[in-house]
């Protein structure tokens, strides 16, 4: 399993989610005691043991696992995880607790949201209601004097957290500050239905005045000149705005307007045909990214 340092007590595992390589990860943060962030999906939680013993991390010390939503790919892993960490609590945002406790509903809308992407990630299994810690602020002391502090970032979920971890000064941000491809250096948005844009642009204020150096994606890697970064995502979800608006009100097709933002936005532009190509990014990316960006247009129509 790949695994990497990636800061002071900090380390990143590759998921390989269905075997694709940087396409989601989970992060470790590894002291006396360890804290995980995300579980990542049902099907790849052997690969996240893997990467744990690899880290030489002890099951038994894994106290938390904070997870930043309970999609699948974030936070569907989380019941299966737990079965071999037998001290660890998940921390979620309150709204996401029922879903992890019971996945039946959130397996449903996911398969009908992503298709058959849900089968790679796979199914959730439930998780104890005592093991959860529901927040929506705060801060967790971890080990030694490193803390993990909440924050809600919505948007995305209507239940995103992000989390900043105080020894690096990072920020694990969820999915509230897009698809980092760390190839291109570039970011995409990650907004499937149902998208909130102005939750979404009040929560990247909110990190921003954190005023972090590094922002962790779960979607892929650690990226610098975080404050940066957060501010061009904010111009760009309002660009894809426009343009959906437009889109709407002109009774464009949907291909219409993933062509338009393709043609009026750099970053997208630059990256097309690598997410083309894509048997996963193809489908969010340009698929589903788009459809929450009209999906956001129409209800302000309505
Ligand atoms: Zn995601």
Known sequence: MHTEEIGRNLFLIDLETGGFKNLICSYVMKGAETTLIESGPTSSVPNLL????????KFEHVEYVAVTHVH?????????LLKSLPNAKIIVHPKGMPHLINPQRLWASSQAVLGFVSEIFGKPESVPKERIIPVTEGTFDLFDNAKLKVIEATGHA????????????????????GTY??????????TPPPFYL?????????LISLNPEFLYYSHFGKASNAVQRLNDYKEQLKLWARIAEQGVKENWSFETVRD?????????????????????YSETAL???????????RKLWQ
């Open 72 to 80: 699948l790919d974030h936070g569907g892993g989380a019941g299966t």
């Open 260 to 280: 338009r933002i393709i043609q009026d936005d750099k970053v997208t532009n630059r990256l097309h045909g690598y997410l083309n190509s894509h048997p996963i």
């Open 198 to 206: 102005e939750q979404a642009l009040a929560s990247l204020d909110n």
């Open 50 to 57: 893997s990467g744990l013993e690899e880290l030489d991390v």
């Open 158 to 177: 209507s239940h995103n957290l992000s989390f900043q971890e105080s020894i690096n000064n990072g920020v694990f941000p969820g999915d509230a500050a």
């Open 287 to 297: 698929g589903t990214s788009v459809r929450g960006f009209i999906d956001y247009a």
């Open 181 to 190: 491809f760390q190839e291109f250096d570039a970011i995409i948005p990650t």
